[in-house]
Every structure is written in C-alpha cells, then in structure tokens.
C-alpha cells in the first residue's frame, strides 16, 4: 500500500484544514488508517483512527470535538477535518495504514506510512 498525504500549509488559529491521504494498492481499503502528527522535537503522537470494517472513527483527547476523519472507498483516499486550530496543532501530519479493523494508536500496528504534510498553525 502506497500513501500520499497532502493539504497541508499556514493557518491562523480558529482557522480550518483538510488533509487528504490517497492510497493505492490492490487491498488498501482493506486497512484501517490512522493520523498522527509530529512536532519538532517530541514525539510521534496518536492524532485519529477510521476502521475499515465499519468506519467507526477513535480520536486522541486534544483534538476531540475538533478534528473529524472520514474515508472514501471509491477514492481510497481518508480525510482529516482540522477545526478550531490552536498553534499546538503544528507539524507534520502522517497518515498510515494498519491491518487490524481494531482501535491501534501504537505506531508499530501501522505497517504503511505516507510521507506526511506540515500543518503550521500561526497565534
């Protein structure tokens, strides 16, 4: 499986994003994708999860309420709905693939990475 993600760039707090995540490859929407971001110097954290069995979406706690991920079967291509954007939310945004249709949020159940898409949130 191939990933690609993209829709990242500069916006203002409160602002909005939509990164997309297109996937190529004979079974991806047999994977579950997750969203994970990276801020300069710390590390990779669990951002949100859309199974593949149900679409069932999990999100970490500093972006509930904020952030929505949906897929696209037809496309191959899941979204990440950025609203209410603090300047925390800055860095680089990675989507990824996982085989299991169960919540993962460890990056080591994710077997496919895109290359990720900086999201830069100004005060």
């Known amino acids: 499986v191939q990933l690609q993600a993209s829709g990242g760039g500069l916006v203002q707090a409160g602002g909005s994003l939509r990164l997309s995540c297109a996937a190529s490859?004979?079974?991806?929407?047999?994977?579950?994708m997750g969203w994970f971001r990276q801020a300069p110097g710390k590390e990779r954290e669990f951002v949100g999860w859309?199974?593949?069995?149900?679409?069932?979406?999990r999100y970490g706690d500093s972006v509930k309420g904020r952030f929505a991920i949906s897929r696209d079967n037809a496309k191959s291509t899941v979204y990440l709905q950025m609203n209410s954007l603090k300047p925390e939310d800055t860095g680089v945004y990675y989507c990824?693939?996982?085989?299991?249709?169960?919540?993962?949020?460890?990056?080591?159940?994710?077997?496919?990475w895109g290359q990720g898409t900086q999201v830069t949130v100004s005060s």
């Open positions: 990824a693939a996982s085989p299991w249709y169960q919540l993962k949020t460890g990056t080591p159940e994710y077997d496919y």
């Open positions: 490859g004979r079974t991806s929407t047999s994977y579950s």
């Open positions: 859309i199974s593949y069995r149900d679409r069932s979406t």
